[in-house]
């Protein structure tokens, strides 16, 4: 059973509009969100994060908003740039537990 | 020093062959994790260590075999290993070993390792 989905496994988007990843979880105990992202034969790298108790947490040009009652948070990326294509996983987390990371969504930025 | 630095960065063996990971962090984290990782797929958890001692195994093969020297270091020791075990192997290291508020993960930049 996957608790954190992300349903898109790619996504193109051209150069200088905005990217929108999405990622949905099922379990209601998770009240911290973290996005990574991953280029090719490289670890993870941590992104942005937003706690259960805001909406929304922006840092230059990504920006994560979370609905807790539609339990789905989305990135932002704006403007996109082609250094941006890289594979993005959503995570979860419930303290005290380990992350629950979503399948990843391939993003690809077009010049 | 904010990184995880993992050693060998690709590694070919056989599957009768004994081959040993290593990660280390300089963080003063207390927590650190080797993740499998296969194309396309999120990172899959294998062990965690807490405060040098194993805390939890996912049910992984006893052909991996961790081993934490110290608060520094974790060694993934590999042998007689199946094709199927081809994979990328990330460590990674945390600050507060329950995973704590937010639960970020430092990763190293992953061992390749296939196994012919």
């Known amino acids: 059973d996957q608790q954190v989905k992300q349903n898109s496994p790619s996504l193109s988007v051209q150069e200088g509009r905005i990217s929108i990843l999405n990622c949905d979880y099922t379990?209601?105990?998770?009240?911290?969100f973290l996005w990574y992202k991953k280029y090719p034969a490289e670890g993870p790298t941590f992104l942005i994060s937003?706690?259960?108790?805001?909406d929304k947490n922006e840092d230059g040009r990504f920006t994560v908003f979370l609905n807790k009652s539609a339990k789905h948070l989305s990135l932002h990326i704006v403007p996109s740039q082609p250094g941006d294509s890289a594979v993005y996983f959503c995570?979860?987390?419930?303290?005290?537990?380990?992350?629950?990371f979503g399948s990843g969504t391939q993003l690809t930025v077009l010049p | 020093d904010t990184e995880v630095t993992q050693t060998p960065k690709h590694l070919v063996m056989g599957m009768t062959n004994k081959k040993s990971l290593k990660c280390e962090q300089h963080?003063?984290?207390?927590?650190m994790y080797w993740y499998k990782q296969k194309a396309k797929k999120p990172p899959e958890l294998m062990f965690v260590?807490?405060?040098?001692?194993?805390?939890i195994n996912e049910s992984v093969p006893s052909r991996f075999s961790p081993e934490c020297p110290n608060s520094s270091l974790l060694n993934l020791h590999l042998h007689a290993l199946q094709p199927e075990d081809s994979a990328l192997y990330l460590c990674?290291?945390?600050?507060?070993?329950?995973?704590?508020?937010?639960?970020?993960?430092?990763f190293g930049e992953g061992s390749r390792l296939t196994v012919l």
């Open positions: 260590y807490s405060y040098e001692k194993l805390s």
């Open positions: 990674a290291s945390s600050q507060d070993p329950t995973g704590g508020v937010t639960g970020e993960l430092f």
């Open positions: 963080m003063g984290h207390r927590a």
């Open positions: 937003i706690s259960s108790i805001k």
């Open positions: 995570a979860a987390n419930i303290p005290a537990r380990q992350l629950t």
């Open positions: 379990n209601s105990m998770f009240d911290y």
